[in-house]
């Protein structure tokens, strides 16, 4: 277990080390910024959609090792997905880091899995969630109409 523990934690460092999809994106649909008062997170998330799918999405910004992991693990899970699979990855995710009887094992989480963790660390639940939190806000301002078809 605590094999599996130090790979968990080297796929965190490394997203933390070189943050996949970090940057500005122009031409946004939608953006907003997240703020974790607790840790000092602050991360901001602009996304593209095109018909419902998430065709581009960037995340700024600076915090904790959890934090920006979990936005950037977040960006590459999410891009190509459309709002709809998002909004049932956040439930799925959201169960993973608060639930201790919640299933790592889920293969719609893949490398999202490595966040089980941190459900042991109640302080860092909300650096681990706050990028899910931002990207919901940035769906809720896009101007996009969203189909449910
Ligand atoms: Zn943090």
């Given at each position: 277990m605590s094999d599996l523990r130090d790979l968990y934690q080297e796929v965190i460092l490394d997203h933390n080390r070189s943050p996949r999809n970090f940057g500005s994106l122009e031409d946004a649909d939608g953006r907003a910024a997240g703020h974790n008062p607790l840790c000092g997170d602050r991360l901001a998330i602009a996304v593209k959609i095109v018909d419902g799918v998430v065709t581009d999405l960037r995340f700024d910004g600076s915090g904790c090792a959890i934090s920006k992991a979990s936005a950037s693990l977040m960006t590459e899970a999410i891009k190509g997905k459309t709002v709809d699979e998002f909004h049932r990855l956040f439930e799925r995710f959201h169960a993973l880091v608060t639930d201790q009887s919640a299933s790592a094992d889920d293969a719609t989480l893949g490398k999202l899995a490595?966040?089980?963790?941190?459900?042991?660390y109640p302080a860092r639940v909300k650096c681990a969630i706050l990028a899910w939190h931002t990207l919901r806000s940035a769906f809720n301002e896009s101007h996009e109409v969203v189909s449910t078809e």
């Open positions: 490595v966040f089980a963790g941190v459900r042991d």
